[in-house]
Structure formats: structure tokens, C-alpha cells
């Protein structure tokens, strides 16, 4: 699914655009340290996270598109880092489980 297509499905805008951004999978979570080691490759992280230490997780562990809820803003350096790692990056109104619902035709994140 394409970040497009995430942030069409959960009302959310895209605040950082990343060509070819996408997710094979959902992993929702706010807690980096339990997303570091569960969450898998091609996910889309869903969480209130708006912070750079996100995005170093999710370079960790090949994530390309994160939404945040309760439309979170996205601080400028986190949008900076966003581009330079190819993370694509969506605000929505909606809660964690409002997204997770919006986004069930993906598998959850593959258990490590």
C-alpha cells in the first residue's frame, strides 16, 4: 500500500512525501523499544511518536511510512530527517486504533 493510499484510508495528510514510500504490513505501537524489536520490514508504524528517535527505529528496521495520531505536528527536524532517510510521514485525527481499523486489508508486522 502506498503512502497515499495510508494517508487516503486514514483521513491523514502526508507531511513528508517520499517517492516510492509504501507498507506491506502494520505495526502499531508507542513504546520504540518494543517496535525495535518487533516490528518487521515494509511496515507502517502507527504511533504519537513525533520525534527523531522514531525515525532512527524506523530506519532500523525498514520501515517507509509512519503515521502519527491525534494529529501530532511533525517538528521540523524531524520532518528534515524524514527526507534524508526516505520515511514518509502522515498526520491524522484519528486514535491508534482508529488507523489500525482503517488499515486491516494489511497484515499485521511479522513477529520476530
Same mark, same amino acid.
Request: contains cysteine; hydrophobic residues 40%; charged residues 20%.
Given at each position: 500500500?502506498? =503512502?497515499?493510499?495510508i494517508a ?8 513528508v512525501?517520499?517517492?516510492? =514510500?509504501?507498507?506491506e504490513n502494520?505495526y502499531?505501537?508507542?513504546?520504540l523499544?518494543?517496535?525495535?524489536g518487533?516490528a518487521g ?7 504519537i511518536?513525533n520525534?527523531l @528517535?522514531t525515525?532512527a527505529?524506523?530506519?532500523?528496521v ?7 495520531c491525534h @494529529?501530532? &505536528?511533525? &517538528? &521540523?527536524?524531524?520532518?528534515?530527517? =524524514?527526507?534524508?532517510e526516505g520515511? =514518509?510521514?502522515?498526520?491524522t485525527?484519528?486514535?491508534?486504533y482508529?488507523?489500525?481499523l ?7 508486522s &511479522?513477529?520476530?
Amino acid at each position: 500500500m502506498t =503512502a497515499r493510499e495510508i494517508a487516503e484510508k486514514t483521513g491523514g495528510k502526508i507531511e513528508v512525501d517520499v517517492e516510492g =514510500a509504501s507498507a506491506e504490513n502494520v505495526y502499531v505501537g508507542d513504546l520504540l523499544s518494543d517496535v525495535m524489536g518487533h516490528a518487521g520490514d515494509l511496515c507502517v508504524l502507527v504511533t504519537i511518536q513525533n520525534h527523531l @528517535n522514531t525515525l532512527a527505529v524506523c530506519t532500523l528496521v525498514g520501515c517507509e511510512v509512519v503515521v502519527l495520531c491525534h @494529529n501530532r &505536528p511533525v &517538528p &521540523p527536524d524531524m520532518a528534515e530527517g =524524514a527526507k534524508r532517510e526516505g520515511v =514518509a510521514i502522515i498526520t491524522t485525527p484519528m486514535s491508534q486504533y482508529e488507523v489500525a481499523l482503517a488499515l486491516s486489508s494489511l497484515p499485521p508486522s &511479522p513477529r520476530k
